[in-house]
């Protein structure tokens, strides 16, 4: 038996509650534990725990590079369901669903630290 459950990746915002709100708002996640200036969002078997952190503290801002990966078993579906939602964001922060040279299709979204949260699948060959 596996020892090993899911990998849950951390993420610095400055906005623990802007980060709430789209993560739960926009992308389907759910707030499964809260606490000052930190929670645990879960979609599914995808979690992230999101640390607000300001000043000193904070982590640098994000380069608009993959930072998070979630495998998703079809990732047009998963646009369709989120499309209403993805269409008020800003234009360029969302990118997809699209076909990549390394045999993914991925869906690409900004999120709130400034990097890529990507939702991908494998495509098939034929």
């Known amino acids: 038996m596996s020892n090993v459950i899911q990998i849950t ?3 610095h915002v400055e906005d623990l509650e802007q980060a709430l709100a789209f993560f739960n708002g926009i992308l389907g996640f759910e ?4 606490q000052p200036g930190y929670a645990y969002i879960q979609r599914e078997k ?5 640390l ?3 000043g000193d503290e904070a982590a640098p801002a994000g380069n608009r590079r993959f ?3 979630v495998d998703v078993r079809d990732v047009d579906a998963l646009y369709n369901e989120l499309k209403p939602k993805l269409d ?5 922060d969302v990118h997809g669903p699209m076909d ?3 045999g993914q299709r991925e869906l ?5 630290d400034g990097n890529l949260l990507a939702f991908g699948q494998a495509i098939e060959e034929k």
Do not use: C, D, W
């Open 9 to 11: 990746p951390f993420m």
């Open 31 to 34: 707030t499964l534990y809260r």
């Open 46 to 50: 995808a979690g992230i725990r999101i």
């Open 52 to 54: 607000e952190s300001r």
């Open 67 to 69: 930072a998070y990966y």
């Open 88 to 92: 008020t964001l800003p234009q360029g």
């Open 100 to 102: 990549k040279s390394y």
């Open 108 to 112: 690409l979204v900004l999120v709130p």
